[in-house]
Structures are given as C-alpha cells and as structure tokens.
C-alpha cells in the first residue's frame, strides 16, 4: 500500500531533533578527515524487508550538505531483498559519516514498522479484514510510524486523542454506564467525528448496540466470543478486536468475521531492520 508521508515540516522536525541529539555542538571524530574529502557510499539491506524512510534519510544528509548526491533505487512501501543496495550517496565525507547513525535510525526504525505491518497484512490476505495501528507508537515519532504502518500495507487507527472518541472503560466508569457515556459523545460531537465504545463481553455489547453505537471495540474476547459478537451485531455496527493478537493468531481472529482488528506490536514491538552502510575505497580529497 502506497501512500503520501507526513507534511514535510514534520520530517524536518524530526530530523532536527534527532541531529540535536546525535551531533550536538559538532562531530568531533568527523574533523580526522580532510575538509574537501568527497566519498561515494551505498546502503545495502541485509534482509527481507518492507522499505519506508526515505524522506527522513536525505532530510538528515540534505541538512548537513545540501550538495550531497542519493541516488534511491527502491521507493518506500517497496520490497528489498537480502543483499539488496536500497540506495547510493555521493558528497563530503565528513556530512556524510556525521550523517550516518540518525539516517539510518529512521530508515532501519520505520522500515522495521513497515515490514512487521506487512507481515500481518499477508496473514490475513483475502479475508477482507483491515489491521489497524494504536497510539502505542514510540514517543515523537507517531506521524511517522502511522505513514510505515500504511506502506506495509495496515491501516490508521485515529493519530491521536483529538480526532476520534475512543471510550474505554475508564471513560465508563466515569460516565456511570456505556449507555450514558454514549449520550453525551453524541450529543457532544457532531457527524465528522467518529464515536468508538470499547465493550468487554456480551452483554456490554449488547447495551451499546442498543445505544446506538455504530463503531465496538472488543477487549481481549476468545474466538468463541467474537463469533457471537459477529452474530449478534448483525452488521449494525463495525467491530474490531483487540487484545492478544499476535502474528500467529491474527488469521484465526479474523476468521471470525470482524471488520478490524488493532494491533498495538505493530508499532511498539518491531525490530529494527539490519541495513548497512558502507563506504567505497574511493575516496578523494
């Protein structure tokens, strides 16, 4: 799945910070080489891996020397296999080695994302299912994690605490019943914004259905009972699972018949992907 990355601001934010963090005042090993030394690099993919990041990797290289040349032969959202060259860097060594680490912080972090969300996209192939992301997404980085968990081929749940209602049990408790927490999402919030209710068995789903809720989240059910949910619901409103979905039990929940299921390792327990850069022995200056 293709699609558009963060407002260009956002990236440029995200690689400020991270240069700030890595580089500080200045790259002192980097002064060992000669000022005018120019260096040709590739970065070459270790692995099987979903590709995503390419936009923080020449924002990282383009704010240290806007003359440093990447040549990019896969695009994010594309498949690299073990050994594959992902791209090709032309420029002053001393930007390019000061550059290296956070580059490839982002392109290794969000290409993780991407390829643990394209995992879970090919397990439940053909059953017509949509695997959402959560907000368990590491701290600055959600824009950019939501745009990997796209090109692995998943989908967005909300970014944030502004854009949906999302009511979980807390919000419950407070409210005193799902149905009155209910009533007042409603009455607060007009039709662009979408309303979700996080029940916890058959009968709080049977009261939110009877609330009017048109978006369920179901908390940690067994299979047995998201098949009921699914039957009983019958298509009033959409469903989505959540709790105790992993790789391998991802396709047997989808079977049952919901609409979503949100996965919060998508985002939070991916493991970066093993790329490497390497300078060529042709180093002038």
Same mark, same amino acid.
């Given at each position: ?6 407002? *260009?601001?956002?990236? /440029?934010? #995200?690689?400020?910070? %991270? ?11 980097? @002064?060992?080489? $000669?000022?005018?030394? /120019?260096?040709?690099? =590739? ?29 990019? %032969?896969? +695009?994010?959202? #594309? ?6 060259? *992902? @791209? ?8 390019? &080695? ?7 912080? !982002? *392109? ?5 994302? +991407? ?19 959560? /907000? ?17 081929? @998943?989908?967005?749940? /909300? ?6 209602? &999302? ?17 007042? %999402?409603?009455?607060?919030?007009? $039709? ?36 009921? $949910? ?47 850069? =390497? !300078? ?6």
């Amino acid at each position: 799945m293709k699609t558009s990355p963060p407002p *260009l601001e956002s990236i /440029r934010e #995200d690689v400020e910070r %991270a240069l700030r963090e890595d580089v500080g005042g200045g790259d002192l090993t980097a @002064c060992l080489l $000669a000022a005018d030394a /120019r260096s040709e690099v =590739r970065v070459v993919c270790r692995q099987w891996a979903v590709i995503c990041g390419s936009a923080w990797f020449d924002e990282v290289f383009h704010r240290l020397d806007p003359g440093i040349r990447i040549d990019w %032969a896969v +695009a994010d959202g #594309d498949e690299a296999a073990p050994d594959q060259i *992902l @791209c090709r860097l032309s420029g002053n060594s001393r930007a390019l &080695l000061t550059g290296e680490r956070s580059a490839l912080n !982002f *392109l290794q972090t969000l290409s993780g994302t +991407a390829t643990l969300a394209a995992r879970y996209a090919k397990a439940v192939a053909g059953l017509g299912v949509r695997i959402l992301d959560t /907000r368990k997404t590491l701290p600055g980085l959600r824009l950019a994690q939501k745009y990997a968990v796209a090109c692995g081929g @998943c989908h967005n749940h /909300r970014i944030g605490l502004f854009d949906a209602v &999302l009511i979980k049990e807390n919000h419950i408790a407070a409210a005193g019943s799902i149905t009155a927490a209910l009533e007042r %999402a409603f009455g607060e919030f007009g $039709a662009g914004i979408e309303i979700e209710v996080e029940v916890e068995n058959l009968d709080e789903l049977r009261e939110a259905l009877t609330a009017g809720a048109k978006r369920i989240l179901l908390d940690n059910f067994t299979l047995e009972g998201l098949r009921e $949910a699914v039957r009983l619901n019958g298509g009033k409103a959409r469903l989505e699972a959540s709790g105790g979905v992993s790789l391998e039990t991802v396709r047997a929940i989808a079977e049952t018949g919901v609409d979503d299921i949100s996965v919060g390792g998508i985002t939070k327990d991916l493991t970066a992907v093993d790329l490497s850069m =390497r !300078f060529l022995l042709d180093v002038v200056g």
